[in-house]
């Protein structure tokens, strides 16, 4: 939790920086491993609200030096977490079905990508 804490921290203070990139600072291969384990995170810690939202917000700081490839991944993300209601809801032993915990940081995700991919015209939807 302390490391995507640090994490965000450095993302913010690179993004401030007025004459210089973040993209001088993150490889695309760093960048891509950055992006593969916030989606991890979001997925696999689902019931940790903070873990995603921090995951979100870099993501979030991270948007302008996507790639085709970032945002294709972005994506498939959202569409596999989206897709049935098996990945949607929780079913209690009781019969009872709720949302899942982390389904409102997947739909705040697809906001997101629509206003890029629309937008910003970096992709065809």
Sequence with gaps: MRAIELLKQIIQTL???GDISIGSFISKILKNQIITTLLNIIEDYEFSNVANQISI???YLLKTIYDDNDVE???????RNLSSTEK???EFSSGNKTTKAHLA???NMAIELKKLTLEG???KP
Excluded: A, W
Excluded at 73 to 79: A, D, P
């Design 88 to 90: 949607t809801h929780f």
């Design 15 to 17: 993004s401030k920086e």
């Design 73 to 79: 991944l972005l994506k498939n993300f959202v569409r």
């Design 57 to 59: 917000q870099i993501l």
């Design 121 to 123: 015209g970096l992709l």
């Design 105 to 107: 940081s997947i739909i």
